[in-house]
């Protein structure tokens, strides 16, 4: 298990430098000058634009620029936001516990309501609640996670008043920052309502982030369960008299997990993607948010930084999941 | 009293007016300790009836009899829970494929204990210890080692000895054993053969012995019924269908046997194919494939008769002695 999971390690390595050269290449190909963004409506001199250019090292040839950044990059050093001046590593771990918390909750959300709708709709295969279950996720997944966001706002927090439009915790509760995470703050502090309060802010943002996940999970849950049903370690465990409950949660759920598992991995990258929409639309202090802002700068190292710090996340959660398939699958485990 | 008694057992699958029959009103009995063999070709049934005495006919298919009784008790009047109670302990069951049968997320140990939890608890180590005594038993070497092992680390042969192994942990009292060797190597059928016929000795475990090998019903069983597209042809000692088949059908399959070709050029075929769910002949099932068949074959449905010695046939002209059919 050990030789599996140092691997599989080393396998992030290729995968973390692609991630360095196409986040380097994507940001060079956007359209438009950072130091004319820096000098906004007022205009810039011809030499204090090549003195700015040369003091970003933005003269320099790309391949030069690409190696510079790689060096910096592994030794931890993204570069400072042109626009703020803080170091790009140190603002991102600010935000991070924000859309963190987020995605966290959203995950378990669908994953909590994905796979029990799933083995359901498997069981119960061909009735109105297996229709059902396939119609709902799949207008779910085909749902724009945007629209889908301002619907919800409108009309549970707008007409049903129900949670709060946005926002990660009621401005008149004031508590000091320990972990970044809402949760365990809200607990930790003596302010009464905090938690609840943290609770329901987190509700919305994270039905709407969860919602691709949960119809994918829940589809992918269906179709690996209707698969494993059918064959014939299930009909085994039948004839061994194990009642029903347990031959489809114990026989069949863990073999059908193995597919399932791989979907979960795959969402993460989904869930970080739909977490920079949907904390622009809930004015979430979260490194979605932000990234969307510094794009709209040209903030290059911001952008580059955070791209890669948000692909290194997503990758660091898919060898969990190649870990977690060994655990799950000894097929795999065991294989020389 | 009969261990199992099956009367006019009928499997359909697809609802409707027209719905399949896969199983058409089979009956047979079956005594404790004995070994009956049920042969026929691919699609003739008798996977579907066994499943179905075992309760493991799932939706769409549906299951009909006028009586099916396990040592007195009357299956179908027995609740899910109850019916739950007796498969895997006093009815247990082994199937044709070892390799996909086993689960491959789980250890051979935890696959053995499971059975043994359900059905007579115990504490974890009993239950450990009774699992390395059942794989002893049916010839495991190192038997407290192969415990953590995964069926992916097994071969064939040895898969199916811990189905068996499995099979036989409640102490049975029926095993119905699904074409246990055809997915076998020829050497290892034989082995395994051995090995389920000494555990039925032994244990005076009376033996469902489902094959499309009528040399191993030869070697092995006490009785034969003979299946064809569903319903049961014939039925008798081994011996005397062995000898003088009274089934037509019966007769072409052991003249089929590859033994009884010798020195001829070709071996023996029936000709044509098992009738499918849209071609069922209006009369005897048989009638497009029977060398001897009348114009009342082709319009009416023999029934299954009773004959000498608890025998049964199910033809309107049964063969004598000599092969040729009565009048």
């Known amino acids: ?336 | 009293m009969a261990l199992l008694e099956i009367e006019n057992l009928t499997v359909e699958f697809g609802g409707g007016s027209n719905p399949f029959r896969a199983v058409e009103e089979v009956s047979y009995t079956l005594e404790k300790g004995e070994v009956l063999g049920i042969v026929g070709e691919s699609g003739s049934g008798k996977s579907v009836s066994s499943l179905a005495v075992m309760g493991l006919v799932s939706f769409p298919g549906k299951v009909t009899a006028s009586r099916m009784a396990f040592d007195g008790v009357d299956l179908q009047t027995l609740s899910p829970r109850q019916r739950r109670k007796l498969t895997g302990s006093d009815v247990a069951m082994i199937f044709q494929e070892p390799m996909t049968s086993l689960n491959p997320c789980f250890t051979v140990g935890y696959q053995i204990t499971e059975a043994l939890k359900i059905h007579q608890g115990g504490t974890r180590a009993e239950r450990k210890a009774r699992a390395v005594d059942l794989l002893g038993q049916v010839g495991i070497p190192d038997p407290a080692s192969r415990l953590g092992t995964f069926p992916h680390q097994l071969s064939g042969g040895m898969s199916q000895r811990v189905m068996i192994a499995m099979a036989i942990a409640c102490d049975p009292r029926l095993l119905v054993a699904d074409e246990p060797t055809t997915a076998l190597d020829v050497t290892i059928q034989a082995q395994i053969m051995d090995l389920l016929l000494t555990l039925q000795r032994e244990r005076g475990m009376a033996m469902l012995l489902i094959t499309h090998d009528l040399a191993v019903v030869a070697e092995a069983a006490h009785r034969v019924v003979v299946m064809y597209a569903g319903q049961v042809v014939e039925s008798g000692s081994v011996p005397a269908i062995f000898d003088h088949p009274r089934h037509p059908y019966t007769k072409a399959l052991l003249a089929a046997l590859p033994e009884r070709a010798i020195g001829a050029e070709r071996l023996n075929t029936i000709p044509g194919v098992v009738p499918g769910a849209h071609d069922r002949p209006k009369g005897c099932l048989l009638a497009p494939r029977c060398p001897h068949v009348q114009d009342r074959c082709r319009t009416e449905r023999p029934p299954l008769e009773d004959g000498p010695d608890q025998s049964r046939v199910r033809c309107f002209y049964p063969l004598d002695p000599d092969g040729v059919p009565t009048a």
Request: proline letters at 5%.
């Open chain 1, 1 to 336: 298990m050990i030789s599996f999971v140092l691997r599989r390690a080393l396998l992030v390595i290729p995968a973390f430098i692609g991630v360095t050269l196409l986040t380097f290449a994507l940001v060079h190909l956007i359209p438009g000058d950072p130091v004319l963004m820096l000098a906004g409506e007022r205009g810039i001199s011809v030499e204090r634009h090549a003195e700015l250019m040369t003091q970003l090292g933005l003269d320099q040839p790309l391949w030069l620029q690409y190696a510079t950044y790689l060096g910096n990059a592994i030794q931890g050093n993204l570069g400072k936001s042109i626009v703020t001046h803080r170091p790009v590593t140190e603002e991102f771990l600010t935000l991070f516990p924000a859309t963190l918390e987020l995605s966290f909750c959203a995950i378990t959300f669908a994953i909590l309501l994905g796979i029990p709708a799933g083995v359901l709709a498997a069981v119960k295969r061909g009735t109105i609640l297996d229709h059902g279950v396939m119609v709902v996720s799949l207008t779910g997944y085909s749902m724009p996670i945007f629209w889908w966001g301002l619907l919800l706002i409108m009309l549970v927090s707008g007409i049903l008043g129900w949670t709060p439009v946005s926002g990660r915790m009621d401005p008149t509760i004031w508590m000091d920052s320990v972990t970044g995470f809402m949760l365990i703050d809200s607990l930790l502090t003596k302010e009464p309502g905090a938690f609840s309060s943290a609770i329901r802010h987190l509700i919305l943002p994270s039905l709407v982030v969860g919602t691709i996940p949960l119809a994918v999970i829940a589809r992918m849950t269906r179709s690996a369960m209707l698969e494993v049903l059918g064959e014939d370690y299930v009909r085994t465990a039948r004839a061994k008299g194990v009642s029903p409950l347990k031959v489809v949660m114990v026989h069949a759920l863990r073999n059908a997990l193995i597919p399932v598992i791989t979907v979960i991995g795959l969402q993460t990258g989904v869930l970080l993607a739909g977490a920079i929409l949907t904390e622009t639309i809930f004015a979430w202090p979260g490194v979605g948010k932000w990234l969307v802002e510094s794009i709209g700068r040209r903030d290059y190292p911001a952008v580059q930084g955070g791209i890669l710090l948000i692909a290194t996340v997503v990758i660091l959660v898919n060898l969990l999941v190649d870990v977690l398939y060994g655990v799950v699958n000894p097929r795999i485990r065991y294989r020389r």
